[in-house]
């Protein structure tokens, strides 16, 4: 008599446990452009083995786990191919998450992860304890990790720039200033949506430069300053609105406020600030900035924010929350207007 099926409670939990796998395999086969590889049809795992001076035996194994998953197809001859899936690891298709995945198997991201007992029980991020040195700090003194790591924001603001960028009127808005825009992506599509409107870029000096590159580059130049400096110092007047995306969930609650409370003092009374942010909802449904939540515990000791976390936030930097703004893609704009 045949065995009885694990029940499928048994085999998701499984699925969940081993999801580390899955995702080094990933981050693998990103940093060694298996898929550009492939965008012209199948090829054997030796050839990929010998251009990436990787053993074989070992190479395929990895391809052979990744296409169990729906990541590569394998034929005969043990030749792999793309699947619809393996495509968004190609670094020439819209919506690429190559840097993404390259990012996630980085050591710097995946050693803290192993120290998530000791972050919740003192509530200390754990990259500091893993590396000696804040997050920030690190990429500052490490070019590669940095280079890393921006290629990888640009690639996250490819998946939600142009839903931001739908999902709320910017056409009222005569100047527009990212506040901690990286290379500009968000903006740029923010202004061709919007050909009336003028920006202005704000970013640390090492970061500037390529910021300067993409406006170049899309023909944007004469309608974007591009001005070096610290938020938590000050934030440049000039401006009608800020929007500030993916930045403020970097950071806990007294240093948010500060950053917001530059801002608000940047675009003065009535003037906007407006946050591209994940609002977490209440109940147990799933939700992508739950899980998020937790890589900003872990990495950077900042937290993605419910309504009323972000009610009472910008309370405290003389904003009053005026709407939230729903997107086609997992963020909110979250609108602030500051008090006279």
């Given at each position: 008599m045949p065995e009885s099926q694990p029940p499928a409670a048994l085999l998701e939990l499984q699925n969940l446990i081993t999801g580390k796998w899955v995702a080094q395999a990933v981050s693998l086969a990103a940093k060694l452009g298996i898929a550009d590889s492939l965008k012209d049809g199948p090829r054997d795992c030796d050839e990929l083995a010998r251009m990436n001076q990787m053993d074989a035996d070992a190479l395929y194994r990895v391809l052979r786990a990744l296409a169990s998953v729906g990541v590569f197809v394998e034929g005969g001859d043990r030749k792999f191919a793309l699947t619809p899936t393996a495509a968004f690891l190609r670094s020439d298709v819209p919506g690429s998450l190559r840097a993404v995945a390259t990012m996630a198997g980085e050591d710097w991201t995946w050693r803290p992860w192993g120290d998530l007992y000791g972050c919740?029980?003192?509530?200390?991020?754990?990259?500091?304890?893993?590396?000696?040195?804040?997050?920030?700090?690190?990429?500052?003194?490490?070019?590669?990790?940095?280079?890393?790591?921006?290629?990888?924001m640009t690639g996250w603001s490819m998946?939600?720039?142009?839903?931001?960028?739908?999902?709320?009127?910017?056409?009222?808005?005569?100047?527009?200033?990212?506040?901690?825009?990286?290379?500009?992506?968000?903006?740029?599509?923010?202004?061709?949506?919007?050909?009336?409107?003028?920006?202005?870029?704000?970013?640390?000096?090492?970061?500037?430069?390529?910021?300067?590159?993409?406006?170049?580059?899309?023909?944007?130049?004469?309608?974007?300053?591009?001005?070096?400096?610290?938020?938590?110092?000050?934030?440049?007047?000039?401006?009608?609105?800020?929007?500030?995306?993916?930045?403020?969930?970097?950071?806990?609650?007294?240093?948010?406020?500060?950053?917001l409370r530059n801002c608000a003092k940047a675009v003065g009374a009535g003037g906007r600030v407006l946050l591209a942010e994940m609002v977490i909802p209440p109940g147990n449904a799933p939700h992508p900035g739950k899980l998020l939540d937790l890589e900003m515990l872990v990495m950077v000791g900042g937290r993605e924010r419910s309504e009323a976390q972000f009610r009472e936030l910008f309370a405290r930097a003389g904003l009053r929350l005026a709407g939230i703004h729903p997107t086609a893609c997992p963020m909110c704009v979250v609108e602030g207007v500051v008090e006279a």
């Open positions: 919740v029980k003192t509530g200390e991020r754990a990259f500091d304890r893993a590396f000696g040195v804040p997050p920030f700090e690190y990429l500052a003194a490490n070019p590669i990790a940095a280079t890393v790591f921006d290629q990888a998946q939600n720039a142009h839903a931001v960028a739908a999902g709320y009127d910017f056409s009222k808005i005569g100047t527009l200033m990212d506040v901690g825009g990286g290379h500009g992506y968000l903006l740029a599509t923010i202004l061709k949506a919007n050909p009336a409107a003028r920006g202005v870029l704000y970013e640390t000096p090492e970061v500037c430069e390529g910021a300067r590159e993409r406006f170049e580059s899309e023909g944007l130049a004469d309608r974007v300053r591009v001005v070096p400096g610290d938020f938590f110092a000050s934030v440049p007047e000039g401006a009608d609105a800020c929007i500030l995306k993916s930045v403020i969930h970097d950071w806990d609650d007294d240093p948010a406020a500060a950053i």
